[in-house]
């Protein structure tokens, strides 16, 4: 226990001393979001737009640290040996594994209370109506792409290949599962697509919840299944 | 009491035989030397008894456990410094030394391994500014942060300079008077015939000789270790 929490803590240390990957989770989501909103016009439904975008934007952040950040630093630790030189230690790839969704979950929190922070201080956001569902909806869905990121981190190569992989499926998939642009506003077709990305759940839970609407058992179970399976396969296929 | 037992142990990569049909055994708090040209096998010995890799047949037993089905439980009570290893470039050497100890039940103080290893002025220093010697050092001081009965040093003193060298020679004898099993690859043979108890000579993945640096040089009537070792292994100068 004590190991795994000097892991998480160095490992989230060095993340941060990262300049790009502090820049891309966390300051590039609140820029965002200053930049999206300079008009003020409420969404078709009614719904005033920073509603909206501040759930959708932590989707982006999850997706950054969980699809982006964390698959690079993986297989970069594996392509210089420095897991090599962890596993000459008691450590187990499962702490391993654990650490590395943990500080990127954690960097991912941070961005996401930026946001928030910046969406009451600047932009009138409303208070979620279901602080806990909120809060299990992040968890899940940060979990389900964390599990992606650690099952992309444990099958590439080497860091270049990482990082091509996680940035041909990060930004695609924000842009159609409508964690960049609201899903009301979006044609059906690409609602279609976007709907079997596995961060369509995360964005349709998260929204739902800030919004007070009732969460799906499905949609929330898919998340599950998701972290499971792919959290399974990273385990069966990791190398050190 | 016998630490070490390796017995035929054969290793393959795809179509290249690394080692094959190695045996050898290391005593409780001796300093083994383990020496030989390059490729000849060294590196792999050691990764297979230190648990980094499946040998493909043959037995080893570390401490009196297999390194294949208990490699946890031989990993809290040995340590290694690996020949190809690295950590994060933004990693200081204190927070590095401090986490590697947390990975174990019953580590060492790192404070004085920092002392130890003349590492306190580094502390703060990030594993990317380090040079080559530094590195060497911290890696030597990581082997040594769990407290480990058996420790394997790949070329213990590869990129040290002559006075860090003595040091370490003094620090490793100091251990092994503690009681610590100690393994150590190395090319240099004035390192291995001041330092060793015994020394196996490898070559084509197998043991080609194994005795006391004395005995070794008497054998082959030579003047030195490095005469000695130019007769087994059959290499001259051209
Ligand atoms: N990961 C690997 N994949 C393929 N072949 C390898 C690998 N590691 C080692 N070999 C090969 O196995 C043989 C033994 O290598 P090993 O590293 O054990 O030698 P060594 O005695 O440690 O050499 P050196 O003195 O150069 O460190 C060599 O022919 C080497 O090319
Ligand atoms: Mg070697």
């Known amino acids: ?240 | 009491m016998t630490v070490i037992e390796i017995e035929s142990l054969t290793k393959s990569y795809q179509a290249n035989r690394a080692v094959h049909g190695l045996s050898l055994r290391v005593e409780q708090g001796e300093i083994f030397g383990i020496a030989g040209p390059n490729g000849a096998g060294k590196t792999t010995v050691v990764e297979c008894a230190s648990g980094l890799r499946r040998p493909d047949g043959g037995t080893v037993r570390v401490l009196g456990l297999d390194p294949r089905t208990q490699r946890r439980e031989l990993l809290q009570r040995i340590g290694a410094q690996l020949q190809e290893a690295a950590l994060p470039d933004a990693l200081r050497v204190g927070e590095a030394l401090r986490m590697y100890a947390a990975l174990y039940d019953r580590p060492a103080d790192w404070r004085v391994l920092l002392d130890d290893w003349g590492l306190a002025d580094k502390k703060r220093a990030s594993f990317g500014s380090l040079s080559g010697g530094w590195k060497q050092r911290l890696f030597i001081a990581l082997a040594l942060v769990g407290n480990p009965e058996v420790v394997f040093l790949d070329e213990l003193t590869t990129g040290l300079d002559p006075i860090a060298r003595r040091t370490t020679w003094g620090l490793i004898r100091e251990l092994r008077d503690r009681g610590v099993t100690v393994v150590l690859v190395t090319h240099f043979m004035d390192e291995a015939e001041a330092l060793c108890d015994r020394i196996a000579i490898v070559d084509h993945g197998r043991v080609i000789a194994e005795d006391t640096p004395a005995a070794l040089i008497a054998k082959q009537h030579s003047d030195s270790l490095e005469d000695a070792f130019f007769a087994l292994t059959g290499r001259t100068l051209s």
């Not at chain 1, 991912?108 to 299990?136: E, H, K, M, Q, R």
């Open chain 1, 1 to 240: 226990m004590k190991g795994l929490r000097q892991v998480i803590a160095i490992e989230l240390l060095l993340i941060v001393r990262d300049p790009m990957s502090a820049f891309f989770a966390l300051a590039f989501p609140p820029l965002l979001l200053w930049v999206k909103l300079r008009g003020d016009e409420p969404l078709p439904g009614g719904l005033p737009e920073i509603d909206a975008t501040v759930p959708m934007l932590s989707v982006f952040v999850i997706g950054q640290a969980a699809l982006v950040v964390l698959p690079a630093t993986l297989a970069q630790y594996r392509e210089r040996r420095i897991l090599k030189r962890l596993q000459a230690t008691p450590a187990s790839s499962a702490l391993v594994f654990g650490a590395q969704w943990f500080a990127h979950l954690l960097l991912a929190a941070i961005g996401t209370v930026l946001l928030i922070a910046l969406g009451f201080a600047v932009f009138d956001l409303s208070a979620p109506a279901n602080v806990a569902a909120v809060l299990l909806a992040w968890f899940l869905g940060a979990l389900s792409l964390g599990a992606i990121g650690l099952l992309i981190g444990a099958l590439v190569p080497n860091a270049r290949a990482a990082t091509v992989i996680g940035l041909s499926l990060f930004f695609p998939m924000v842009f159609v599962s409508g964690a960049m642009i609201p899903r009301e506003v979006t044609s059906e077709s690409m609602r279609a697509v976007g709907d079997l990305t596995p961060m369509a759940p995360v964005v349709e839970t998260i929204r739902d919840a800030w919004a007070g609407n009732a969460l799906s058992p499905l949609t929330l179970s898919l998340m599950a299944a998701i972290a499971l399976v792919a959290g399974c396969a990273a385990v069966r296929t990791f190398r050190w």
